[in-house]
């Protein structure tokens, strides 16, 4: 795994913006996890199976993609208050882009996903490769 190195002093003298800003930037991305919709992932013999709670969003308004084992989900919910001669008190509904991402196994099979939209849930089922057979091999030493 790839991970963020620590700055050197010297380094970190010229950089103090990512050191001002940092926090800032991972507060923004706290923030946009709040309004991520809500979901499941479960496992059977056969499939990976996602589900994202989506009401109010209609299949034309999801989009979803998979690149390098990463399956993100995204789509936007519009807001709908063109209601003529009504004072709203409060609204307790959210609309906006929403973007959900899942890092996928290794043996799922990313040419064989299934989605379906019904009842404001997005079932997403991802196949499962066959395992391969884990046979010995021998390998030949040479002379050093």
Same mark, same amino acid.
């Given at each position: 795994m790839v991970e963020k190195s620590e700055l050197s002093s010297a380094t970190a003298a010229n950089d103090w913006w990512s050191h001002l800003y940092g926090p800032m930037r991972q507060l923004g991305q706290r923030v946009a996890e709040l309004f991520q919709p809500n979901s499941e992932a479960a496992t059977t013999k056969d499939y990976y199976e996602i589900s994202v709670e989506l009401p109010g969003v209609s299949e034309d308004q999801i989009s979803i993609e998979v690149h390098d084992h990463r399956l993100t989900v995204t789509g936007e919910k519009q807001s709908s208050h063109e209601e003529?001669?009504?004072?709203?008190?409060?609204?307790?509904?959210?609309?906006?882009?929403?973007?959900?991402?899942?890092?996928? #196994?290794? =043996?799922?099979? $990313?040419?064989? *996903?299934?989605?379906?939209?019904?009842?404001?849930?997005?079932?997403?089922?991802?196949?499962?490769?066959? #395992?391969? =057979?884990?046979? $010995?091999?021998? *390998?030949?030493?040479?002379?050093?």
């Amino acid at each position: 795994m790839v991970e963020k190195s620590e700055l050197s002093s010297a380094t970190a003298a010229n950089d103090w913006w990512s050191h001002l800003y940092g926090p800032m930037r991972q507060l923004g991305q706290r923030v946009a996890e709040l309004f991520q919709p809500n979901s499941e992932a479960a496992t059977t013999k056969d499939y990976y199976e996602i589900s994202v709670e989506l009401p109010g969003v209609s299949e034309d308004q999801i989009s979803i993609e998979v690149h390098d084992h990463r399956l993100t989900v995204t789509g936007e919910k519009q807001s709908s208050h063109e209601e003529a001669g009504k004072s709203f008190y409060f609204s307790e509904r959210t609309y906006g882009s929403f973007r959900r991402d899942f890092r996928l #196994p290794a =043996d799922a099979d $990313a040419d064989n *996903i299934m989605a379906t939209h019904k009842d404001g849930v997005l079932e997403i089922k991802v196949a499962k490769t066959a #395992p391969e =057979d884990s046979k $010995a091999k021998s *390998i030949k030493i040479s002379r050093g």
